[in-house]
T-cell receptor, first 114, second 115 residues
Framework: AQKVTQAQTEISVVEKEDVTLDCVYE???????LFWYKQPPSGELVFLIR??????QNEISGRYSWNFQKSTSSFNFTITASQVVDSAVYFC???????????FGAGTRLTVKP | DTGVSQDPRHKITKRGQNVTFRCDPI?????LYWYRQTLGQGPEFLTY????????KSRLLSDRFSAERPKGSFSTLEIQRTEQGDSAMYLC?????????????FGPGTRLTVT
């Protein structure tokens, strides 16, 4: 069975601070996909990144970076120099081979204060 | 076509009434998914279609729920005899794994309130 745990329910930082959102997953499959989504106050889920289980290379996109470690079953997300517009709920998700149903974590609410 | 669209965006209904939601996926995507999201939780999978075939249904999808995708394009989700526990955001998403697009793109959702 697949499971995604986001232990941090809420995080509050001051603008320009760096912040890391944790994600730990469980799966029996050797082939799976990991995702991060952002849900701003407007409510629409916005896709941020997908990672295949074969590819442990970390990725950086502007102020965003992702650290995938199979050894610890973690896929953490770091925002560098946070901005007020980063305030949102962030979800980590997992889908197994075939990419059918996606299992989401409970989300981490990030508040960036000016 | 700029994304997944859903209609209506909000629905208020009385307990016991039937409601139907519509989802229009990204046009070239052959997979369409329905999720339900309650306050403070992540989306929970309900069902998905590949083209017009409904291939998987969650245990969350009780007999009062039915989904269709008759021509492999738009989809409808109907809830019969609504209950207060059905109040949630209903999200639709689409993807195209055949082209390597495993990520799902979500619509804005339909917020259902059952009074």
């Amino acid at each position: 069975a697949q499971k995604v745990t986001q232990a941090q329910t809420e995080i509050s930082v001051v603008e320009k601070e760096d912040v890391t959102l944790d994600c730990v997953y469980e799966t029996r499959d050797t082939t799976y996909y990991l995702f991060w989504y952002k849900q701003p106050p407007s409510g629409e889920l916005v896709f941020l990144i997908r990672r295949n289980s074969f590819d442990e290379q970390n990725e950086i996109s502007g102020r965003y970076s992702w650290n995938f470690q199979k050894s610890t079953s973690s896929f953490n997300f770091t925002i560098t120099a946070s901005q007020v517009v980063d305030s949102a709920v962030y979800f980590c998700a997992l889908s197994e081979e075939g990419g059918n149903d996606m299992r989401f974590g409970a989300g981490t609410r990030l508040t960036v204060k000016p | 076509d700029t994304g997944v669209s859903q209609d209506p965006r909000h629905k208020i209904t009385k307990r016991g009434q039937n409601v139907t939601f519509r989802c229009d996926p990204i046009s070239e995507h052959n997979r369409l998914y329905w999720y339900r999201q309650t306050l403070g939780q992540g989306p929970e999978f309900l069902t998905y279609f590949q083209n017009e075939a409904q291939l998987e249904k969650s245990r969350l999808l009780s007999d009062r729920f039915s989904a269709e995708r008759p021509k492999g394009s738009f989809s409808t989700l109907e809830i019969q005899r609504t209950e207060q526990g059905d109040s949630a955001m209903y999200l639709c998403a689409s993807s195209s794994p055949g082209t390597g697009t495993y990520e799902q793109y979500f619509g804005p959702g339909t917020r259902l309130t059952v009074t």
